[in-house]
């Protein structure tokens, strides 16, 4: 074959391959085109359907003004969420008996019935559908000074601090009830010893000597005094008291005790929360616009 005859024969082969390629191309563009149409007359079906369906612009999905109205009312009406610190005191221990009583030769001592009550406070506490936390002044018999206690509620920025007693009465043993102090002046104190006594008063054939006030010259209990967060300190009974002590001393009676503990304390403390929120934002400064000239 002629040198030229095969230079011919190339030249025919890559124009052939050079129009298959090109209508290739050409089809593969007129299919996209295709396919580009039907999708965007697909979306502008679905855009309308959603329109009618709506009624709602569904470029801007812009909520109407009911919608906002009523996301508002629904933030408006949802009870606020607190978070409560409360601190049980476990009174007397270690080598602090606090008052006792011998009864047939047996030693009976006010810091081991008032650590049963308090541990039985504390898991009652933290069973409850509220965020609360618990901090015990001791957890064993130990001693812990009133200082200590003290200091414990001041640095937790406790909420509520509950001191727990057993009374006595030497002079005379048919002395018996339940007493709640606070200290003089202490108006959140005095509304969660109401509230303690208000749960207590169900106990059946409890008697129930009042709220009473503990000052400088009467009842000075350091753990209220000291003390710079409402504060409550309760005498459960007489050990002194046969019947009473009886009582004190059964399971099943601190479990009722503790169990009216701490309806009081659940009953006062979301009440005590809106009244400060309330008081701070009362006592936020009125900021002022001055229009300028």
Same mark, same amino acid.
Request: proline residues 2%; hydrophobic residues 35%; aromatic residues 6%.
């Given at each position: 074959? $002629? *040198?030229?005859?095969?230079?011919?024969?190339?030249?025919?082969? &890559? @124009?052939?391959?050079?129009?298959?390629?090109?209508?290739?191309?050409?089809?593969?563009?007129?299919?996209?085109?295709? #396919?580009?149409?039907?999708?965007?007359?697909?979306?502008?079906?679905?855009?309308?359907? &959603?329109?009618?369906?709506?009624?709602?612009?569904?470029?801007?999905?812009?909520?109407?003004? =009911?919608?906002? /109205?009523?996301?508002?009312?629904?933030?408006?009406?949802? =009870?606020?969420?607190?978070?409560?610190?409360?601190?049980?005191?476990?009174?007397?221990?270690?080598?602090?008996?606090?008052?006792?009583? @011998? &009864?047939?030769?047996?030693?009976?001592?006010?810091?081991?019935?008032?650590?049963?009550?308090?541990?039985?406070?504390?898991?009652?506490?933290?069973? +409850?559908?509220?965020? &609360?936390?618990?901090?015990?002044? $001791?957890?064993?018999?130990?001693?812990?000074?009133?200082?200590? $206690?003290?200091? %414990? !509620?001041?640095? !937790?920025?406790?909420?509520?601090?509950?001191?727990?007693?057993?009374?006595?009465?030497?002079?005379?043993?048919?002395?018996?009830?339940?007493? #709640?102090?606070?200290?003089?002046?202490?108006?959140?104190?005095?509304?969660?010893?109401? /509230?303690?006594?208000?749960?207590?008063?169900? %106990?059946?054939?409890? $008697?129930?000597?009042?709220?009473?006030?503990?000052?400088?010259? /009467?009842?000075?209990?350091?753990?209220?005094?000291?003390?710079?967060?409402?504060?409550?300190?309760?005498?459960?009974?007489?050990?002194?008291?046969?019947?009473? *002590?009886?009582?004190?001393?059964?399971?099943?009676?601190?479990?009722?005790?503790?169990?009216?503990?701490?309806?009081?304390?659940?009953?006062?403390?979301?009440?005590?929360?809106?009244?400060?929120?309330? +008081?701070?934002?009362? /006592?936020?400064?009125?900021? !002022?616009?001055?229009?300028?000239?």
């Amino acid at each position: 074959m $002629r *040198r030229g005859d095969r230079r011919y024969r190339q030249q025919r082969l &890559i @124009t052939y391959v050079i129009k298959v390629l090109a209508g290739l191309a050409l089809v593969g563009v007129v299919f996209l085109m295709v #396919c580009g149409a039907l999708y965007l007359r697909d979306l502008a079906r679905a855009r309308k359907e &959603i329109q009618e369906a709506s009624g709602k612009n569904v470029e801007t999905m812009e909520p109407s003004q =009911e919608e906002t /109205s009523s996301f508002e009312e629904t933030q408006n009406t949802e =009870e606020p969420e607190y978070h409560f610190t409360v601190v049980v005191d476990a009174g007397h221990g270690g080598n602090d008996s606090g008052t006792n009583v @011998t &009864i047939d030769g047996e030693l009976i001592e006010e810091k081991h019935i008032t650590l049963d009550v308090a541990k039985k406070v504390k898991d009652l506490l933290e069973e +409850q559908d509220m965020d &609360i936390d618990v901090f015990m002044t $001791r957890e064993r018999d130990e001693y812990v000074s009133l200082d200590e $206690r003290t200091q %414990i !509620s001041r640095e !937790s920025e406790a909420d509520l601090f509950l001191s727990i007693h057993c009374n006595s009465f030497d002079g005379d043993t048919s002395v018996s009830g339940l007493e #709640c102090y606070y200290w003089e002046n202490d108006d959140e104190g005095l509304d969660y010893a109401s /509230s303690i006594q208000k749960a207590v008063k169900e %106990i059946e054939g409890l $008697r129930v000597r009042g709220v009473r006030e503990s000052n400088h010259k /009467s009842n000075n209990y350091e753990v209220l005094r000291e003390n710079d967060r409402p504060a409550v300190l309760i005498e459960m009974g007489f050990i002194t008291n046969d019947e009473e *002590r009886e009582k004190l001393l059964d399971d099943e009676y601190q479990q009722l005790l503790a169990e009216k503990f701490v309806e009081g304390i659940v009953e006062i403390l979301p009440e005590m929360a809106e009244a400060r929120e309330k +008081q701070a934002k009362e /006592s936020e400064p009125e900021t !002022s616009f001055l229009a300028e000239d």
